[in-house]
């Protein structure tokens, strides 16, 4: 009969040896979710940062306000809407239209 006392004494070596081989395993999928789980912390950040973002109404801009001549708004007035039909564009005299079949 053996007589020697065993010691069960614990080192670091084997207190991660479990631990190693979980992220040998599962190293792949770890750094998966890692990434993800930051790219989700980055969107909530930012999301965060623009949607409590404070107007100061003592802001006074260094812009200042363009001007519009009278003919540029004529021009911007004669626009048509994207509710009114388009007419057909008429080719000059003597040319064919090289998309019409």
Same mark, same amino acid.
């Given at each position: 009969? =053996? +007589? !020697?006392?065993?010691?069960?004494?614990?080192? *670091?070596?084997?207190l991660f040896k479990p631990l190693g081989k979980v992220f040998k395993r599962f190293h792949f999928m770890i750094?998966? *979710?890692?990434v993800i789980?930051?790219?989700?912390?980055?969107v909530i950040l930012i999301n965060n940062t623009l949607s409590s973002s404070s107007? =100061? =109404?003592s802001y006074i801009s260094s812009i200042s306000a363009g001007t519009? =001549?009278?003919?540029t708004l004529d021009r911007l007035? !004669?626009?048509?809407?994207? +509710?009114? !039909?388009v007419p057909a564009?008429?080719?000059?005299?003597?040319? *064919?239209?090289p998309f019409a079949e």
């Open positions: 009969m =053996d +007589t !020697s006392k065993k010691t069960n004494s614990l080192t *670091v070596g084997s750094f998966f *979710v890692f789980g930051c790219l989700a912390g980055a107007t =100061d =109404d519009i =001549d009278q003919a007035q !004669s626009l048509h809407t994207s +509710t009114e !039909s564009p008429t080719l000059p005299a003597g040319r *064919v239209n």
